[in-house]
């Protein structure tokens, strides 16, 4: 039972440096996302993937881009880094009715980063 | 909204006691919520849900019940555990088949949920 699974747990970069945020799972799920959580914001969806070769902006894009690979792996890029993209990063997924209806939303453990 | 961390309302209850961590949430047009709990240095961790069309949903240790008239969430814990020391999110969401809209989850503050052994 993986789940959700993010890699790397921790990362520091320097400003203008690029990384990729890894996230797979092994739910099936057709949904994917990628939030950011920041003390005194919350968490906050930066993008989101409804089906397998979809993307779409959430609310704090900038500064990012992200590739569903296939249904399992869903990536967030960072092309070049700054200081205010310093956060902890969570994928999630779910599996999402034909209705609209969601089920299983479920998160990674996250990968800490920090640009210097 | 509020801060998460800096300025978190914290819950303290005697291990044993039941624990009612409520939420408020923002929008009328919301029809699925869910509860998380986070431990320190983990992600949210799905607890419970409901949808709008009830108002009250059990599992195991705990309830959720919705008043959709004041838009108000309430979490009860029965019998809290030490284990259940965490920050605890209500998230809602907008469903329905079209709309970006209903794919974002929206999370509540968070209340810091203290465990007295």
């Known amino acids: 039972n993986a789940g959700v699974t993010q890699t790397p747990k921790f990362q520091v970069l320097k400003t203008g440096q690029s990384m990729t945020l890894q996230c797979a799972q092994d739910?099936?799920?057709?949904?994917m996302y990628w939030y950011r959580q920041d003390p005194g914001m919350g968490l906050r969806l930066i993008y989101y993937?409804?089906?397998?070769?979809?993307?779409d902006k959430g609310e704090v894009p900038n500064g990012y881009n992200v590739s569903r690979l296939n249904k399992r792996e869903f990536s967030l890029r960072l092309e070049s880094a700054a200081p205010s993209q310093t956060s902890v990063y969570f994928c999630?997924?779910?599996?999402?009715?034909?209705?609209?209806?969601?089920?299983?939303?479920?998160f990674g453990s996250g990968t800490r980063l920090t640009v210097v | 909204g509020e801060s998460v961390g800096l300025h978190l309302p914290t819950l303290s209850v005697q291990e044993g006691d039941n624990s009612i961590i409520n939420c408020a949430y923002s929008?009328?047009?919301?029809?699925?919520f869910i509860w998380y709990k986070q431990e320190s240095g983990k992600g949210p961790q799905f607890i419970i849900d409901?949808?709008?069309?009830?108002d009250k949903r059990q599992g195991q240790r705990v309830t959720v019940l919705l008043n959709k008239t004041v838009k108000h969430l309430s979490l009860q814990i029965a019998a809290t555990q030490p284990g259940d020391s965490a920050v605890y999110f209500c998230?809602?969401?907008?469903?329905?088949?079209?709309?970006?809209?209903?794919?974002?989850?929206?999370f509540g503050k968070g209340t810091k949920l203290s465990v007295i052994p």
């Open positions: 739910m099936n799920h057709n949904s």
């Open positions: 409901i949808r709008s069309n009830m």
């Open positions: 993937s409804a089906s397998e070769g979809t993307t």
């Open positions: 929008n009328s047009a919301s029809d699925y």
């Open positions: 999630a997924s779910s599996y999402r009715q034909s209705t609209g209806a969601n089920y299983g939303y479920t």
């Open positions: 998230a809602e969401n907008i469903e329905g088949y079209s709309g970006a809209g209903s794919y974002q989850l929206t």
